[in-house]
């Protein structure tokens, strides 16, 4: 059974992990915006592109993390990872993570990509340069 992405609980989980309230949320967004209609916006599965544009900005969260971001998938890599025996030792740790350990190493790894993303820019805005120097 495939998992959808729900968007809005992305865009609170992200929210609360950084301690931004909804009515702050609100304000960076504009006038037209208040507490309630960030709270409606959470329970939307999908989030229209330009918006999330906009809560990326805020949060300085990358669009791909609201898109992309699966609480399930990330804990069954991190627990696939544990649990690799391909160095040949059986090793199953037994230990009971809590909600916020979980989502301090999905920040971790969120951090990650997008240190790669950014290095990727980088390498992308030198070509280009080197390109344009050529003309």
Known sequence: ?????????????????????????????????NQKKISLLEQKDVIEEDLLRAISK???IPVEAFQNFDEEQAVNIISNTFNDQS???????????????????????????????????????KTLEKLLNKI
Do not use: C
């Not at 998992?3 to 037209?32: P, Y």
């Open 1 to 33: 059974m495939e998992q959808k992405i729900h968007q809005g609980r992305n865009v609170k989980r992200f929210r609360e992990m950084l301690g931004v309230k909804q009515e702050a949320l609100a304000f960076d967004l504009g006038e037209e915006w």
């Open 58 to 60: 805020i949060l300085k």
């Open 87 to 125: 160095n040949g030792y059986n090793y199953y740790p037994t230990f009971n993570v809590n909600p916020v350990d979980k989502w301090i190493e999905a920040l971790d790894e969120i951090k990650r990509l997008n240190a790669k993303l950014m290095q990727s820019k980088d390498d992308q805005i």
